[in-house]
């Protein structure tokens, strides 16, 4: 099994930044993709970024220019830069991976984060 432990996250001002990290831990298994969703109590998940096991990236178009993803696939660890926070940002930010373990190839599984609270005041 895996699991995804974040840590980061906190309150801070309008116009400041914000760090997120997300480990893996297990053995014996690859990670594809790797995200960042978020969730408040007034709106559903959504995706924030998705980075490939690649580096390939993809943002929401609102935090395109202020956050940054970034993965180490030799610790498996994702990481999520925030700056320029605004109050819209403040939500319950999850981890998110798919994951293949070398015993059963082929079968890929989602694996989510507790959930770190980013509260950003105005």
């Known amino acids: 099994q895996v699991q995804l432990v974040e840590s980061g996250g906190g309150s801070v001002q309008s116009g400041g930044s914000l760090g997120l990290s997300c480990a893996a831990s297990g053995s014996s298994f690859k990670i594809y993709s790797m995200s960042w969703y978020r969730q408040t109590p007034a709106k559903s998940r959504e995706l924030v970024a998705m980075i490939s096991e690649i580096g390939s990236t993809n943002y929401a178009d609102s935090v395109k220019g202020r956050f940054t993803i970034s993965r180490d696939n030799a610790k498996n660890t994702v990481s999520l830069q925030m700056i320029s926070l605004k109050p819209e940002d403040t939500a319950v930010y999850y981890c998110?991976?798919?994951?293949?373990?070398?015993?059963?190839?082929?079968?890929?599984?989602?694996?989510w984060g507790q959930g770190t609270q980013v509260t950003v005041s105005s």
């Open positions: 998110y991976a798919i994951i293949e373990f070398d015993y059963n190839k082929g079968t890929r599984y989602q694996y």
